[in-house]
């Protein structure tokens, strides 16, 4: 399904916005997904920040298509971004899909001009964000989240990969402007509100500014957390792993969205999952406060959450046993070591996730549904007092239950007479 020299010469020789009618053109002329004559039906379903992403359905034979392109600008703000961001995107799924191709749709072209991907439809998966605020449960979740993780992260490190072959992929992945985005977003303006970007629910001015602001211990742990996402080339991430970029159905998974991707800490990952699925949780129980609710929901999300952080150290260690074969690293002292701190680094980056979702202005539907004022204001003070725990004590947080636990006696306590 390659380009021919019309095509690259012509109508798309250059960069333009697509709509949803010159798409239908684009999949035929430039991807040859479809057939000529067929009758084609786009819609516009990008919910995001960045990018448009068009799904095409021909009404003939009933094939299906999404296509995503990156614009000059963001869509969110306006502001100017690399838009070799997609062309790092493609590259990674298709690493992804070579590593956990149950997890991942497939890429079928990457046009680097028009800065677009076509790729498989995975339309019948829902938004996990989506999902979870319905709560809708999904007895596999942890279990796939967990495997994608090892599959996907485990075999693009040093442990595993030749050095060569790993600082290549490192000087491929240098994603700039992608991680000056959460380098400001996730690491920096959550304590210093220095670009004046913040904004903060009326009534948690002085909360935050003491929680969050005026923290020195707070600082010094969120210091070393940006450090590490800076300078730990440990792994090639997602780099933007919130529940919107996973898609679930009762059979299984996708992962979608890799623009963000670069060489960083494995824990970022993990510890993105994990503060996201403390949103449905806070969700939950601030509906809880005020209407009947299922308690089997709020139980299976609970377990998933801790299942997931300890399954993630037991799949990982066995993965490390089959796949890692250098004899210094085979030495058990130093795979302890290593586990449990991409385990500790898991657990603090949850924290920054949580806090920079709640003060941040890059939101999540979980929260901003809330709009009663009684509960909207403890339940956002619950999320920043389990985010500056998680953020303190992440190296004594060591399993599952003990994030669960402390989620439970902070909810439990800043809920308390609501
Ligand atoms: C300007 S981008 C804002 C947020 O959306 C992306 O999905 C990332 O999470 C980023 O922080
Ligand atoms: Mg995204």
Redesign the pocket.
Known sequence: MGQNLTEVSGTYAHHFLLDARSVCAYAKDVVHYFDVNDELECMEIGD???NYVFKIVSNTSGKSLIIKQADTV?R??GRALDMTRNKREAEMLRIERALAPQYVPEVYHYDERMCAIAMEDISSYKNLRTELISAKEFPLLAGDIVSFLVETLLPLTDLVLESDQKKERVKYFVNPELCA??ED??FTEPYTDYKKRNIITCGNARFVEQALYRDGTLHSCVAALRNSFMNNAQSLLHG?L?S??IFVNEHGMKVI?PE?AFYGPIGYDVGNVIGNLFFAYALFYATAITAPCDAHFFIWLTETIAELFDSFETKFKKKYDELVHFPLYKTTVFKNAYVQGVLADAVGYAGTEMI?RVV?D?KVRELTSVTDMQIKIPLERALIMLGKTFIKERKALTHGADLTQAAQDIFAFMLQGC
């Open positions: 995001g920040n960045i963001l969110s703000s985005i959460s977003l996730v933007d919130h919107g970029s969205d963000f920079r941040g890059a």
